[in-house]
Structures are given as structure tokens and as C-alpha cells.
């Protein structure tokens, strides 16, 4: 279930925040070369899928596609602070609702049996 997947998505997110977006956001500019997260807490609530369509006509045989309705109203917690300019921000609350697009592609016949797994949203959340 997702309540139990959820630790392992939020260090996942955690890993994402730092290793990918903060890099990204440093890069950017250079007054932002001292950014960093200083608390990254997505909160003990998981999301919730309210429902899902499974695509079986006009689809290729080796992929598996579904649309999963999702709504996240979360007590996070997730602070930064950009040092060179002694600011800090945050954000303590985030709802996200919308129509998640899941992508298992290329079916395969080893195991995992799944080459990739790509998810975005259909529309802005």
C-alpha cells in the first residue's frame, strides 16, 4: 500500500531535493551558489489515490499504461536558506491534486519484468 511505501517515497523525495534540485537551483545563478535545504520533511500523511484507469485498447503490447487519481494534503515541512544573503524560507503545508500519468516501458522478460517506469501529471496539479 502507499501508507507503506511512504517513508521509502520521502526519502526518495529527500534524495531528489538534494542531490538533483538544489545542484540545479546553486547552477542557476550565481547569487544563489550558497542555496541549500536546511529541512526537507514531507510529513507522516502519504497520498491518496482515489482511483485508476487501466489503458488496454490502442496500447503497445509491451508497455502498461495508467492514470491514477491523486490528492496530497500534506503537513510538510521543508525549509532553505540562502546563506550569502542570510535569507530564509519555507513551506509548511502543501496540497497537490490531480491526474497522475504511470508509464511501465519496455515490458521485459527478466526480472524486474519492467525496463522503466516514467510519471508525470496530465495537467499543472
Not at 1 to 27: D, H, N, S, Y
Not at 70 to 85: A, M, P, Q, T
Not at 113 to 121: K, N
Request: some cysteine; overall charge positive; charged content about 20%.
Amino acid at each position: 500500500t502507499v501508507k507503506q511505501m511512504w517513508p521509502f517515497i520521502c526519502q526518495f523525495i529527500e534524495k531528489l531535493f538534494r542531490e538533483t534540485i538544489e545542484p540545479a537551483v546553486r547552477g542557476a545563478n550565481n547569487h544563489l551558489s550558497t542555496f541549500s535545504f536546511t529541512k526537507i520533511d514531507i510529513g507522516h500523511q502519504p497520498l491518496r489515490i482515489n482511483g485508476v484507469k487501466v489503458y488496454t485498447e490502442n496500447v503497445d503490447k509491451r508497455q502498461i499504461i495508467l492514470d491514477l487519481q491523486i490528492s496530497f494534503v500534506g503537513n510538510c515541512e521543508i525549509d532553505l536558506e540562502i546563506k550569502r544573503y542570510f535569507c530564509r524560507a519555507g513551506v509548511k503545508s502543501i496540497q497537490i491534486h490531480g491526474t497522475m500519468r504511470v508509464i511501465l516501458e519496455p515490458l521485459i522478460g527478466d526480472m524486474p519484468l519492467i525496463g522503466a517506469l516514467s510519471l508525470f501529471f496530465l495537467r499543472k496539479p
